[in-house]
């Protein structure tokens, strides 16, 4: 049986300031979507397919980053403890006491993007499309920092690789924080890149990342241990199991809108310049 490091959550200290890992797996997030997109944009197809230029990934970061931590905490207001936070609504700006949701920060993401497209006058599906693939190594970053925080911590288990966690208990845990990071993380975004490295239809890549990142969440989360305050909920299932339901109904829509529209409508709408053809049934 395996016992849990127990890294101190402080990586480390300037003067009165206390640096977090946590939030240093955030800048790794942020960083990796910018190196990766400046590599992806590097080349001629990715260019002229998302309609980006380089100096423009700046910016969308920027949009995105503001849509994670807003959409995140709104989302965890508003998925887990809508009561609480109605009796004490000055704690929703008490963000240093944790409390970010993934499926929250997902429409923060999207409704930050659609914005950045609006204002900028850029076609939305080729933006997402080109973010999407980006997104998930942030995403294993994400859970490195539950893993060193010691929370987010799974069920009890036998399993040779159960994991104590001291400051739980002393029983053999999964170590769901560690199948997330593989899953989530590395498993999508390899498929990601994978499926994006060839022209896809409009809204396929992320269709895919709305389906397969529900269905990674869904499984670890028989492994995760439901949070205290909300226990299992109805059919068995968690809180984050109940929100990747409408995620990967969504996903698979998308993939099936995206592969049933005519190709001509496509690649009109990766390049607003192509005329239209002749109407007819889809």
Known sequence: ????????????????????????????????????????????????????????????????????VLGGRLGYVLFYKPGYYVAHPLEVFAV???GMSFHGGLIGVIAAVWLYCQRRGRSFWPVIDFCAPLVPIGLAAGRLGNFINGELWGRPTDLPWAMVFPRVDSLGRHPSQLYEFAGEGLALFALLWWFSARP???????????????????????????????GVLSLGL???????????????????????????????????????GPRGRA
């Open 238 to 276: 968690t809180m984050g199991q109940w929100l990747c339901l409408p995620m990967f109904a969504a996903g698979l829509a998308l993939l099936v809108w995206a592969y049933r529209r005519r190709p001509a409508d496509s690649r009109r709408a990766a390049d607003p310049q192509q005329p239209a």
């Open 1 to 68: 049986m395996l016992i849990h490091p127990e890294i101190d959550p402080i990586a480390f200290t300037l003067g009165p300031i206390a640096v977090r890992w946590y939030g240093l797996m955030y800048l790794v997030a942020f960083a990796a979507f910018f190196l990766l997109g400046r590599a992806r944009l590097a080349k001629p197809q990715f260019a002229q397919a998302s309609g980006l230029a380089q100096r423009e990934l700046e910016d969308l970061l920027f949009w995105g980053a503001i849509g994670v």
């Open 200 to 230: 896809r239809p409009a809204g396929a890549v992320s269709g895919l990342f709305l389906a397969g990142y529900a269905v990674l969440r869904f499984l670890a989360e028989f492994a995760r241990e439901p949070d205290a305050f909300l």
């Open 96 to 98: 240093w006491h944790g």
